[in-house]
Nanobody, 124 residues
Framework: QVQLVATGGGVVQPGGSLKLSCGAS????????MGWFRQAPGKEREIVAA????????FHQASVRGRFTISRDNAKNTVFLQMNSLKPEDTALYSC?????????????????WGQGTQVTVSS
């Protein structure tokens, strides 16, 4: 049974930082690409970042490029999202997902399983 547990969310002031973690189990973590998605109230879910199975190839959405960094530790079955210089528009529920293939996948259609998410709120 695939399980994805995202942690690390919270309330932070604009300009602050958070590091999200997603612990995975129930599948061969090192064989699949992973992604972070977010959904704000009243908006569509959007991809934030994605990484391939090896951790050497990745994608970051334009609005977070230079501020967010995705990484993974295959020995610990965990994918991370380091978020710096946070803005109020980054406020959303952040979820991790398992890709269907090893490569970087930027479409939500390419993901098989989703975690429950962790809330990030950026507010002064």
């Amino acid at each position: 049974q695939v399980q994805l547990v995202a942690t690390g969310g919270g309330v932070v002031q604009p300009g602050g930082s958070l590091k999200l973690s997603c612990g995975a189990s129930g599948f061969t973590f090192s064989s699949y690409g992973m992604g972070w998605f977010r959904q704000a109230p009243g908006k569509e879910r959007e991809i934030v970042a994605a990484i391939d199975s090896s951790g050497f190839s990745f994608f970051h959405q334009a609005s977070v490029r230079g501020r967010f960094t995705i990484s993974r530790d295959n020995a610990k079955n965990t994918v991370f999202l380091q978020m710096n210089s946070l803005k109020p528009e980054d406020t959303a529920l952040y979820s991790c997902a398992v890709g269907s293939v090893a490569a970087v996948t930027t479409s939500s259609y390419g993901y098989r399983y989703w975690g429950q998410g962790t809330q990030v709120t950026v507010s002064s």
